[in-house]
Structure formats: structure tokens, C-alpha cells
């Protein structure tokens, strides 16, 4: 990879603007399957809630992240409620949201044509992988310092919203579809 | 005088709708009624019927309004195809249950997942007339002129968890479930309406098929 200089604040264009989504979703995890539905809306107070349920109404969980970026969780069936489920949750959902970028520490680099816009984080780092323009998204990962621990997709804005989002991770067998319903 | 009387007559009625439903009053013939209700379902072998499903969502302040039809046949068979907004089949077969989302199909055991067999549980004895049984809730029944409210209260570990009440109303008319509402203890509901019912309508039995 070589270092290069990059316009940040084109990512912005990337930044889905969730007033209110609704997502249908298929998760496969060390083989099993899951479907439901993902709500994603922005509250009155800036904070934005996800909440998935399934398809008949039983709720799996209700995330919120508050104006100030702070994670909360307001509920979360048993089965989920394991402190490793819920970081790399709170981290894959973190990644799409684009909130935790701060120019001041950011780098780029190149590699194959592509431009990787590298923001720091507490543990790691997030890459929001543009063509050499900068105009178009490839992909987002979630890096350690060594690896890269989940790759996403999100793809076909429509008024700001992606209409598909997909999340792998390459660790373990832990993937999320996303595709967005029209109500 | 007239004064109090009137703050009275508001504060009963505030209570009134706490304590109870609106609009309905406690079952005078709680036995009278177990009867009626048992010999109804005795008496209707199959459901067709098209459903609205509203989930709300109280703090959120949304709600996700699904429609589908909805099959039942006795015994103990059910299927839920939801076609709008979304696609999903549900279809439970004595102690299994088939799910087929837009991509995948899935055979649970309800012997092995406990969620699904209490909802099977529930769905059943409503549509057969044994919810009134069912020793997992504590139940009351409540009537208006069209209608019964059966509600129940789960006191068993596992369903308080899910629930805080369940209500299933009743049309008085050929006492068949016109709606299932669950509570959730967050404050948040699935309200299940059951429209256009067509009782002992010929109900292939491959609709109930699991492979």
C-alpha cells in the first residue's frame, strides 16, 4: 500500500441518511439461519434505534446509538446477550453508520487502484474503500492491526438510504443480508 | 354534590378501563361460557381466513403492518403466508414447524425450541377452544355485546418473559378469534386481525405438508 493524500469529506456522500428504514434480513451464523426484520430510524433526539424482530414480531434486540455516539443496549432476547455477540454487533452496525471518523487522525492509502480511507479506532481501524476518484464506494472493512475482521457492502442509494447492505465477517461464519423493504 | 359525583363517576370509569378493557365487562357465567366456547370449536374443523399483523413499536413510535391468509385445520395444523411487505411461511404440523423467509427454508422441532412450541401452543387452543385450559396463564373473560375478551396472563418462568399478557377476542357470533393481541413487558405489541373468515371451508390437507 502506498500513502496518498485524499478529500475525507467526500465520504460524506456515502453516509446513509436513515430517517426511518425498514430491512428485511437474513443472518447466517456458525450454520444457522435467522431471518427477520431490521428497523433502523432516527429518533427526535438524534439518536438512532435498531431494533430487529422477526417476521411474526418476536424482538431479538433494540440498539440504540445516542446522539453523542455512545452504544445502549435497551433489550436483547437471552440467547444473544453474550458480551462478544454484541461488540461485533455494535462494531458491524458502527461501520455503517459512518459516525466514528475523525479526519484529524485519518490516513489514505492505495492499492490496486483503489483508495483506502483509514480511520483509527479505540481497537483497530475502519477502511472505507472508494475507486481512485473517491466517487464511488467499494466496500467498508473493520480491521485489527494485522487482519481484516469483516467486510460490507453497501450499495444502490436511493434518497440517501443503501438498499442493500451485506456484512461478512472473516473470522468465523457470521454473515447479515440486508435489503431494504418498500412499506 | 352533583360536584362529587361527577369526579367520581371519572375516576370509576378511569379505573374501570385500567382494571378491565374498554367497552368490556367481566363474564357473569364464566362455566356458561367455557361451554359455549368448547362446543363451538368442537364444531368448526377449519379456518381460512386473511390476517393483518400490526407490531408496535411504543418508544419508537412506529408501527410494521404485515398482511397474509392464514389456514387452520384440525388437529393442531396452521399455516401463515405473509405476502405483503415481506415473504414468509410459517406452517406448524402437530410438533413441527417449517419456516421458509425469502431465501431459506428451516424445519424446527418445537420439541426443541421452546419459543415456538408456546406459540404453537397458544395459536392452537385458541383456534380449538382450549386456551381456557391451558394451565401456563391465568385467565379472565370479559364480553360486550359482540364480542368475548379472553385474557391471559402467563405465570410460568419462560412466558413472563415473553409476555405480559396475552388477549384473544372473540366473535360472539360463532365464537371463532377475530383478534390476538400479545403484550410484551417492554410495552411493545403484536396485534394479529383475522379478517375475512371462512369456518369449515375444504381446506387441502398438503397445505399443511412438511417435507
Given at each position: 500500500m502506498q500513502p496518498v493524500t485524499a478529500?475525507?469529506?467526500?465520504l460524506q456522500q456515502f453516509k446513509p441518511v436513515f430517517t426511518v428504514a425498514l430491512y428485511n434480513t437474513q443472518v447466517d451464523v456458525a450454520g444457522n439461519h435467522l431471518s427477520g426484520l431490521l428497523l433502523i430510524k432516527r429518533m427526535p433526539d438524534s439518536s438512532l434505534r435498531m431494533l430487529f424482530s422477526n417476521e411474526?414480531?418476536?424482538?431479538?434486540f433494540d440498539f440504540e446509538f445516542g446522539a453523542d455516539g455512545k452504544f445502549k443496549v435497551h433489550s436483547v432476547i437471552k440467547q444473544m446477550n453474550r458480551k462478544a455477540v454484541l461488540k461485533t454487533l455494535k462494531n458491524d452496525l458502527a461501520l455503517i453508520l459512518m459516525?466514528?471518523?475523525?479526519?484529524?487522525t485519518a490516513f489514505a492509502r492505495k492499492n490496486n487502484g483503489l483508495l483506502y480511507h483509514i480511520f483509527p479506532q479505540k481497537k483497530g481501524y475502519h477502511y472505507y474503500i472508494t475507486d481512485s476518484s473517491g466517487n464511488e464506494l467499494v466496500r467498508l472493512e473493520r480491521a485489527s492491526g494485522k487482519k481484516i475482521i469483516a467486510e460490507t457492502v453497501m450499495l444502490n442509494y436511493i434518497n440517501g438510504i443503501p438498499d442493500t447492505i451485506g456484512i461478512s465477517h472473516k473470522t468465523f461464519e457470521f454473515n447479515i443480508g440486508l435489503k431494504r423493504i418498500e412499506r | 354534590m352533583r360536584k362529587i359525583v361527577t369526579i367520581l363517576v371519572f375516576l370509576a370509569a378511569g379505573f374501570w378501563a385500567n382494571a378491565q378493557y374498554a367497552g368490556f365487562i367481566p363474564v357473569k357465567d364464566m362455566d356458561k361460557f367455557k361451554v359455549a366456547f368448547a362446543l363451538a370449536a368442537q364444531k368448526t374443523n377449519s379456518i381460512k381466513s386473511d390476517f393483518v399483523q400490526e407490531k408496535v413499536l411504543s418508544m419508537l413510535s412506529e408501527k410494521i403492518i404485515s398482511k397474509g391468509r392464514f389456514w387452520f385445520k384440525k388437529d393442531n395444523r396452521v399455516r401463515m403466508e405473509y405476502y405483503h411487505p415481506y415473504q414468509y411461511l410459517m406452517i406448524l404440523n402437530k410438533d413441527k414447524v417449517y419456516v421458509k423467509d425469502g431465501q431459506k427454508e428451516n424445519k424446527i422441532s418445537t420439541r426443541s425450541n421452546k419459543m415456538f412450541q408456546q406459540i404453537n401452543k397458544i395459536m392452537v387452543d385458541c383456534m380449538q377452544g382450549t386456551a381456557l385450559n391451558n394451565t401456563d396463564f391465568k385467565t379472565r373473560v370479559f364480553e360486550n355485546k359482540n364480542s368475548s375478551l379472553v385474557e391471559l396472563v402467563p405465570v410460568t418462568k419462560g412466558l413472563k418473559e415473553l409476555f405480559k399478557a396475552i388477549t384473544v377476542t372473540i366473535d360472539?357470533?360463532?365464537?371463532?378469534?377475530s383478534v390476538i393481541e400479545m403484550q410484551e413487558l417492554s410495552g411493545d405489541n403484536t396485534i394479529i386481525r383475522f379478517l375475512n373468515k371462512n369456518l369449515n371451508?375444504?381446506?387441502?390437507?398438503m397445505l399443511f405438508f412438511i417435507k
Open positions: 478529500d475525507f469529506r467526500k411474526m414480531g418476536f424482538k431479538f459516525e466514528r471518523m475523525d479526519i484529524s | 360472539n357470533k360463532d365464537f371463532s378469534v371451508a375444504d381446506i387441502q390437507d
